[in-house]
């Protein structure tokens, strides 16, 4: 019912910058919070920053004051300004997204409402020389 489509990774030297994109689309009647999350592998999927509809923002403690995360409500798009980067922040990239959905349209109305939560199929950052 959700999809999110990423765009913006890529290989970058250390200390570049990278800005990653992602939209969600579908039977969406609002979207709570929405974020980013990268996992390298053998390693769980982390936390890198999240940004709720009414804006409140947190970030992991790695990224802080290198990452910047923003958001556009009409458009159901995020972004993730990331700067100063590190070969650390080398890993795939997943946006997340908390969306409430609807399943049908009854008399005009959206009904078979819904919560849940949704992934992207991830993007690459690589941060090498």
């Known amino acids: 019912q959700v999809q999110l489509g990423e765009s913006g990774g890529g290989l970058v030297q250390p200390g570049g910058s990278l800005k990653l994109s992602c939209t969600a689309s579908?039977?969406?009647?609002?979207?709570?919070?929405m974020g980013w999350y990268r996992q390298t592998p053998g390693n769980q999927r982390e936390l890198v920053a999240t940004?709720?509809?009414?804006?409140?923002?947190t970030y992991a403690d790695p990224v802080k004051g290198r990452f910047t995360i923003s958001r556009v409500n009409a458009k159901n798009t995020i972004f993730l300004q990331m700067d100063s980067l590190d070969p650390e922040d080398t890993a795939v990239y997943y946006c997340?997204?908390?969306?409430?959905?609807?399943?049908?349209?009854?008399?005009?109305?959206?009904?078979?409402?819904?919560?849940?939560?949704?992934w992207g199929q991830g993007t690459q950052v690589t941060v090498s020389s």
């Open positions: 940004i709720a509809q009414g804006r409140t923002i």
């Open positions: 579908g039977n969406i009647l609002s979207i709570n919070t």
């Open positions: 997340y997204a908390n969306v409430e959905t609807y399943s049908e349209v009854r008399f005009g109305i959206p009904a078979g409402r819904k919560v849940g939560n949704y």
